[in-house]
């Protein structure tokens, strides 16, 4: 069974930093890029962080630039997110989630996330 | 950025209805959108990638449409299990994008 387990939220006081971690289990984890989302309570998603395979890509959204960052341990099949300056807006259930493409003949022409973990919670408050 | 923009934010029906969300992007992405379910406590589910492509596993009343800037998820008829929230996310280009979310709500 394909499978992602966050682990690492809790409560945090502005300023402080916290380290996530998404074990994966049931594919070969070394050959997806994978990504972070995050949502607030009450709110929608928003896409926080991709990482390629190897790590040779990485991406930020621009409200999280400069604070967080993303890595990953093919070896131990484990994507990580570094997080520090931590504010209160950063209170937040993140998940992370696998990206599926589909690239017939080389050529991709569609991507998606699949599966997503269950989700950690991340409280940011003094 | 590319800004999705879903409609309507709040939807009322019954079992049985049909029922659309649109979800429109601010400028072209192709095939590049999937669409998502969440219930409350739980992960987004995948329903449908490519804009048009049912996921396995997801219920044939579940469908999608469109390409470019403009697309729509449809339930043929609603079920119980189906009042959740949906989301749909464009692929296309950094920084990936959601809307804002579609909560379809029992009437």
């Known amino acids: 069974e394909v499978q992602l387990v966050e682990s690492g939220g809790g409560l945090v006081k502005p300023g402080g930093s916290l380290r996530l971690s998404c074990a994966a289990s049931g594919f070969t984890f070394s050959t997806y890029s994978m990504n972070w989302v995050r949502q607030a309570p009450g709110k929608g998603l928003e896409w926080v962080s991709s990482i390629s395979s190897s790590s040779s890509y990485i991406y930020y959204a621009d409200s999280v630039k400069g604070r967080f960052t993303i890595s990953r341990d093919n070896a131990k099949n484990s994507l990580y997110l570094q997080m520090n300056s931590l504010r209160a807006e950063d209170t937040a259930v993140y998940y992370c989630?696998?990206?599926?493409?589909?690239?017939?003949?080389?050529?991709?022409?569609?991507?998606?996330?699949?599966?997503w973990g269950q989700g950690t919670l991340v409280t940011v408050s003094s | 950025d590319i800004q999705l923009t879903q409609s309507p934010s709040f939807l009322s029906a019954s079992v049985g209805d049909r029922v659309t969300i649109t979800c429109r992007a601010s400028?072209?992405?192709?095939?590049?959108l999937a669409w998502y379910q969440q219930k409350p406590g739980k992960a987004p589910n995948l329903l449908i990638y490519a804009a048009s492509t049912l996921q396995s596993g997801v219920p044939s009343r579940f469908s999608g449409s469109g390409s470019g800037t403009e697309f729509t998820l449809t339930i043929s008829s609603l079920q119980p299990e189906d009042f959740a929230t949906y989301y749909c996310q464009q692929l296309n280009s950094y920084p990936y994008t959601f809307g804002q979310g579609t909560k379809l709500e029992i009437k």
């Open positions: 989630a696998r990206k599926l493409s589909h690239c017939p003949g080389g050529v991709c022409s569609t991507n998606w996330f699949d599966p």
């Open positions: 400028q072209g992405i192709s095939s590049y």
